[in-house]
Each structure stands twice: as structure tokens, then as C-alpha cells.
């Protein structure tokens, strides 16, 4: 009897091993330190500052959490439900009705994304370049790495994370190194109107730890995945935090003087006396590739969900087609920077919090349900 389970055992395992397109456990971890890394991390913090002036930090601090709270649901979602086979009427339709709010979610960030890639280097590297140009490149490196499949992201993110974390800490550390006073940032909550509105207004550059959902049915899940996943979300949203801490000391009294479009690798270059050069140049240039494998992880989103929504699957062909749609809508809804706060802060951010804390939260009690039915079974079994 012993050889007959082991003999099972043995035939098991092979089977796990043939899903090439699995993401492991380390890569899943390794997307979710990129993941905080992107939106999160250099822009985010100057837009904090400008509205919340000396409180832009606990605005951070606050998002962190949330979306620590929320990664760790969706994570839960994933591992509880990635083998479970359901089928019927009413998942084609619930599954459908749910492609179509990630798919709007999905594009939405995708155009912030590329956005921003587009208005740093329209100012910096590529002044004269057309952005019309520009964006189409863009795009185009979007649906290459979204068509690639999870596998292929999370093999790029477990390559490039060592990188992402050192130009992070660099960052961190310069906004330090100056003649900052770190006590202008007291006392707290002085204008507390405003940085309560944060988290709300700047839902499209937070809350993306959802988009892992797309995975759960190619995700390998060991004992303390979750735990360190969320550790890892919570460490990269610390040093957000930290590096927010430092711009609401330096330029918390003069917010003033911040406009969409500064980034906080500029900003560092002022608030450490320049003391490093230009070493911000080097740090944005390991940003933008982490922008650049962001959007691959949206564009992937977006594909799995018009697979989703199409019944049968041409995951290159979508992916086409999806950097087409981003393509369109970039020029005909934010052809400029005004027009892409303008979007990001009017138009999306309750469609983005519906999504980034409704759907964990729905799944959390789909997973609380799916257990306690389990152990009913189990009593009655007994």
C-alpha cells in the first residue's frame, strides 16, 4: 500500500512541473517588490507633497497599508481558489461582467503608466521628439512583454528586483545625506483636510496589487507566500513612506513650488545639495524599465481579460489589439499632462477604488464561504 502512494506520489509531481507557464514562488514575490516599486515610488510621493504638504507622508503610510490589507486578500483569493474548476451559466456570466471592469481598470492604469513615461522623457532625454512617436514605442513594448505570458514577467521582475531595490535605497539615502530639518514636518495633521483627500484623489497611482489576480490559476503557493509577499509590499511602501517623510520636510512649506511632472528623483538632487551629481538620471533610468515591465504586467491583465470575455483565446493578437485601443485613447482623452491629472484624479479614482478594495474584499468572503462549506462537508462526512 505504501509503494502504491508513493508510485502516486512520484506521477504528481511531474505534473506540476510540466505548467511552464507557472509563475513560482519567488517570482510571485519578485512581482509584488516591482509592482510597489512602479507607480508608487517616484511620482507618487512628489503629488502627496503638493496636496498634503507636511502630511503628504501619513498619506503614504496610509496607503501602504491599505494596500498591504488588500495584497494580502487577493493573495488569499488566489491560493484558495486556483484549483477550484467551476462552470455553468451564471460563472460565464459573472466571469464576463468581472473581465469587463478589470479590463477598464487595467487600461486606465496602462495610460497612466505610459503617461508619465511619456511626460519624463518628453522633458528630459526626448525634448524633441514626437510624442505621437514616442508613445507608439512605448506601446509596442507594452504588448510584447504583455504577450509573453506570466511566466516570462515573473522570470523579468526575479531578474531585475536586485537592481530596483539598490537604485531605491539610493534614493532613499540621498534625501537624507542634506541640510533637510526634519522636524518642519510638526506639526502633524495641520492641514488634515487635504492630505484625507490623498488617498482618494491618487487611487489610479495606488492599489495595484490586484492585477496578480489574473494569475491564480498559474501561481505556485508555498507555506509562507502570502506572509512574505506582504512583507515585501509592505518594505517597498516603507520606503516610499521614507522617501515621502524627507520631501514633506524639504518642500512641505513651500508646496507651491511643485507641479505635476516633478518627480522625486529631481526633487532629491535639491533636497541633498547635490551632493551626488546626477545620479538621479541613473536612478530614473532603472525606474522606467520598471515602469516598462508594469505596463507588460497590465497589458498582460488586459489580454487575459478580452480572453475572458472572447470565447476563444489569440493572446498576441489582443495583446495587438490592446496597445492599439491604449494608443487611440491616449490621444483622444489625454493628449497633454493637464489632461492626464485631469483623468487620473476626476474621472477614475472611485472607479479605482471599487475595484482595488471591492474585489479582495468580495473574494474574502467568497473564501470565508468556499471554508466553511468545506468543513460542513467534512462534518458530515465524519
Known amino acids: 500500500m505504501e509503494q502504491i502512494q508513493a508510485a502516486e506520489i512520484s506521477e504528481e509531481r511531474p505534473a506540476r512541473r510540466t505548467r511552464t507557464n507557472a509563475l513560482s514562488s519567488h517570482q510571485l514575490i519578485a512581482m509584488t517588490f516591482i509592482i510597489g516599486f512602479g507607480l508608487n515610488m517616484l511620482n507618487l ?20 497599508a491599505v494596500d498591504c490589507v488588500a495584497l494580502y486578500f487577493t493573495l488569499l483569493v488566489m491560493r484558495r ?3 477550484v474548476n467551476v462552470s455553468g451559466k451564471a460563472y460565464k456570466i459573472i466571469r464576463t461582467v468581472l473581465a469587463v471592469v478589470f479590463l477598464t481598470w487595467s487600461l486606465g492604469k496602462l495610460m497612466l503608466i505610459i503617461g508619465e513615461a511619456r511626460m519624463f522623457f518628453g522633458k528630459t532625454v526626448f525634448a524633441n521628439l514626437d510624442w505621437l512617436v514616442f508613445l507608439g514605442l512605448l506601446g509596442a513594448l507594452a504588448a510584447i512583454l504583455g504577450a509573453g505570458g506570466g ?24 534625501s537624507y545625506s542634506g541640510g533637510t530639518h526634519f522636524s518642519d514636518v510638526l506639526p502633524i495633521l495641520h492641514n488634515n483636510a ?34 512574505v509577499s506582504t512583507a515585501a509590499a509592505g518594505i517597498s511602501g516603507i520606503m516610499a513612506a ?46 522606467s524599465v ?19 470575455i472572447i470565447p476563444k483565446s489569440y493572446p498576441h493578437i489582443y495583446s495587438v489589439a490592446v496597445g492599439v485601443v491604449v494608443y487611440v485613447l ?3 482623452l489625454v493628449p497633454c499632462d493637464v489632461r492626464l491629472f485631469t483623468f487620473a484624479t476626476k474621472y477614475m479614482p472611485y472607479y479605482s477604488l471599487a475595484v482595488q478594495t471591492a474585489l479582495p474584499a468580495v473574494g474574502a468572503a467568497a473564501v470565508a464561504v468556499h471554508m466553511i462549506a468545506c468543513r460542513k462537508r467534512k462534518r458530515r462526512q465524519n
Open 330 to 332: 491616449m490621444n483622444l
Open 242 to 287: 521614507a522617501l515621502t517623510f524627507a520631501l514633506s520636510a524639504a518642500y512641505g512649506n513651500i508646496r507651491q513650488l511643485i507641479y505635476y511632472g516633478s518627480n522625486a528623483a529631481d526633487m532629491n538632487q535639491y533636497v541633498s545639495n547635490y551632493n551626488f551629481g546626477r545620479i538621479d538620471l541613473i536612478v530614473f533610468t532603472v525606474w
Open 151 to 174: 511566466r516570462a514577467l515573473g522570470r523579468l521582475c526575479e531578474l531585475f528586483l536586485p537592481i530596483a531595490a539598490v537604485a531605491v535605497i539610493m534614493l532613499v539615502v540621498m
Open 81 to 83: 481558489f486556483r484549483e
Open 290 to 308: 520598471v515602469l516598462l515591465i508594469e505596463s507588460g504586467i497590465f497589458q498582460h491583465a488586459a489580454v487575459e481579460c478580452v480572453s475572458a
Open 45 to 64: 510621493p512628489a503629488v502627496l507633497v503638493m496636496d498634503g504638504g507636511r502630511d503628504g507622508w501619513l498619506a503614504m503610510l496610509f496607503i501602504t
Open 194 to 227: 487635504d492630505v484625507l483627500k490623498c488617498p482618494i484623489k491618487y487611487a489610479l497611482w495606488t492599489g495595484n496589487y490586484p492585477v496578480l489576480c489574473v494569475f491564480f490559476r498559474n501561481a505556485e503557493f508555498k507555506k509562507h507566500t502570502c506572509a
